[in-house]
């Protein structure tokens, strides 16, 4: 396995960040690239359950299937997509710190034979093309929330 980690704090509480990345719906306000966002699967969202995603890179649209890995409220969400034989999970941890939360952004990358020789690359470019999503996420949820109060 290969991967990254970022941190970030942000000024809400757990329970209001994981209920925004327990949505998938609200991705498209702070996940680069991402046009749409649903889920896919009946029932209320639970581990298993498959969000639909069509992004949009250099102009090409593309969409894929990611699948919920984790769900518990409001400390853990992972979500995992496989593409080409190689499986990308991102596991997102929140902890209470202060007013706010810190949260944990780890993506693991796993594949098995020649495969494998591909993860620094697929990483880099992971990171790359995602490496500013926990400052996008924290961005989006303090402004919702100083939008509320404005109201």
Do not use: N
Request: glycine share 8%; hydrophobic share 40%; proline share 5%.
């Amino acid at each position: 396995m290969i991967g990254f980690q970022f941190t970030e704090h942000i000024d809400r509480p757990p329970l209001d960040v994981f209920a925004v990345l327990a949505d998938p719906t609200r991705s498209v306000d702070y996940v680069d690239g991402v046009v749409r966002s649903a889920k896919v699967t009946d029932g209320p969202l639970a581990e298993g359950s498959v969000i639909e995603e069509t992004r949009r890179v250099k102009g090409k649209e593309s969409t894929g299937r990611l699948r919920i890995v984790a769900l518990d409220s409001p400390s853990t969400f992972a979500i995992a997509s496989e593409a080409e034989g190689i499986t990308v999970t991102y596991r997102y941890r929140l902890h209470p710190e202060g007013a706010g939360t810190r949260i944990e952004w780890t993506c693991e990358l796993e594949a098995g034979g020649l495969r494998r020789m591909m993860l620094p690359l697929v990483a880099a470019i992971s990171k790359k093309e995602d490496g500013d999503h926990l400052v996008r996420l924290k961005t989006y949820i303090e402004s919702q929330h100083e939008a509320e109060i404005a109201s």
